[in-house]
């Protein structure tokens, strides 16, 4: 009998795991509030201030989306706070170069820690900005999927 309850218990566990959608956001505004529940009545935990910060959802319930950070902060966001994901943060410092290629004009150094604004992909490169500077970047060590 205690199989039984085991075995099912465990399929119930894979099953739902299976159906958490895990996917990249951004943040709308400069100033976003993550809370302790999914709820407007739930506790400010702390405060985002940085417009376009790449956050991976990893659950979601009714109009709010759980989220964690690149330094594994996690918190309750309302939708209406967040959009498609449109940047990523680069965990090493990274070439900014001309063309996708890494035989292209090198244009900078990007440091670790920066975010870049991403205006399209293509296999393992994407073409990116940040601040006066645009062109294209390897896809490894990134944090933020591009989707």
């Given at each position: 009998m205690?199989?039984?309850?085991y075995?099912?218990?465990?399929?119930i566990?894979?099953?739902?795991?299976s159906?958490?959608?895990e996917t990249?956001v951004?943040?709308?505004?400069n100033?976003?509030n993550?809370?302790?529940?999914?709820?407007?009545?739930s506790?400010?935990?702390?405060?985002y201030?940085?417009?376009?910060f790449?956050?991976?959802?990893i659950?979601?319930?009714e109009?709010?989306?759980?989220?964690?950070?690149?330094?594994?902060?996690?918190?309750?966001?309302?939708?209406?706070?967040?959009?498609?994901n449109?940047?990523?943060?680069?965990?090493?410092?990274k070439?900014?170069f001309?063309?996708?290629?890494?035989?292209?004009k090198?244009?900078?150094q990007i440091?670790?820690?920066?975010?870049l604004?991403?205006?399209k992909?293509?296999e393992?490169?994407?073409?990116?900005?940040?601040?006066?500077?645009?062109?294209?970047?390897?896809?490894n060590?990134?944090?933020g999927?591009?989707?």
């Amino acid at each position: 009998m205690y199989k039984i309850i085991y075995t099912l218990f465990c399929l119930i566990i894979i099953i739902s795991s299976s159906f958490a959608e895990e996917t990249f956001v951004s943040l709308k505004k400069n100033k976003v509030n993550v809370r302790y529940g999914p709820s407007f009545d739930s506790d400010i935990k702390y405060v985002y201030r940085k417009i376009n910060f790449p956050l991976k959802q990893i659950d979601k319930k009714e109009n709010f989306r759980r989220i964690i950070d690149l330094k594994n902060n996690s918190g309750w966001i309302h939708i209406s706070q967040l959009k498609k994901n449109n940047s990523v943060i680069t965990m090493q410092n990274k070439v900014l170069f001309k063309e996708p290629t890494s035989f292209a004009k090198p244009i900078a150094q990007i440091e670790k820690g920066r975010l870049l604004i991403i205006d399209k992909c293509q296999e393992k490169w994407c073409k990116i900005k940040s601040n006066d500077y645009r062109g294209w970047i390897k896809t490894n060590n990134i944090w933020g999927l591009i989707n």
